[in-house]
């Protein structure tokens, strides 16, 4: 399915974008990384959007499609991506991806209220799991006074905490404002969808370049800082042009647990560029696991579940159960 191979390379591309924004933060600061990231993200979206034709999808969006996707802009662009590099300068890309996953806990109550869906005892397991990954990595810190990477970088939880579930609080909303924007539209209404949230956090950047403290940061940025941030742009840019995509050929639930795989692939490009600058021990493997199992656990459909394992007859009744009643029978 093309919606899933989107998902896919969605999920690639962002795990690769958090490894990046973290080795740029090191030197650099977060605004940095919303000025050029928001920047770079509107030349590769204008870009991509003349090459596929969907300027002509202007047309055809409603205003309040507009409204919709431009929300997306502040919410995600802006507000959830500053609280994601927060989180990932604070405790590292590898440990605030599990943090970040309680983000899917918020799109499905949103969800259930405003999509009709219901919630199942595996969905239940599966939130369980999710909110007991980011405990595990907090035993690392039980019983230490400071907790360093091998580059010496101190790790600070609470700052990385807080902005992890700011970060979850953001990105939790986006798949259904995706969702009411994209109102049925395809692949190209995903395209202009996406171009339209970028601009809309590029207008917000410039706005907070009136701000004499945020312009002196962002014009204070050197070279060496300025190429991972660049990096982070385009791995970002295509990650959400992924999604955008995704969501227009596939629903939210064959979307939302592969672009979840994102954490996998945190860890692994940290590793790689990072990992003098990462804490990923035992505890931080534990936790990404308990994550990425509550994730399939939320998202898998019990029906299909229970068509495809043998199970005596009161585990598939069990399985089935849903709250509220009546929905999805």
Known sequence: MLGAFFALLSAATFGLNIATARRGVIG???AQAIAVT????????????????????FAA?????????????????VLGRYATYRSARALGAAQSGPI????????LTLALVFLGESLT????FGIALILLAPLVILQRRKGKAEVRTRSGIKLNYVEGYFWGLVCAAAFGTTPLLVNFGLDGGGVHRGIAGSLVSYVSAAVTVVVLMAFPAFRATVLALDRSTAKWFAATGVFVGLSQLFVFMALSLAPVIVV???????????IGFSWLINRDHEVIGLSVLVA???????????TIDSETLVGLLP?????????????????GA
């Open 61 to 77: 969006m409603s205003g309040e499609a507009f409204a919709w996707f431009a929300t997306i802009g502040v919410s995600h662009f």
């Open 121 to 124: 005892p595996l969905s239940a």
């Open 311 to 327: 199970m005596p007859a009161w585990l598939a009744e069990f399985l089935l159960l849903q709250w509220p009643a009546g929905r």
């Open 256 to 266: 939302q647990p592969i672009q979840r795989t994102a954490l996998l692939f945190r």
């Open 28 to 30: 650099g600061t977060v």
């Open 288 to 298: 990404v696991a308990l994550s990425m199992i509550g994730v399939m656990a939320v």
């Open 38 to 57: 928001n920047i770079f993200g509107v030349v590769l979206l204008a870009l991509v959007a003349l090459g596929f034709g969907a300027y002509g999808e």
């Open 100 to 107: 970040q996953q309680v983000s899917l806990l918020l799109s």
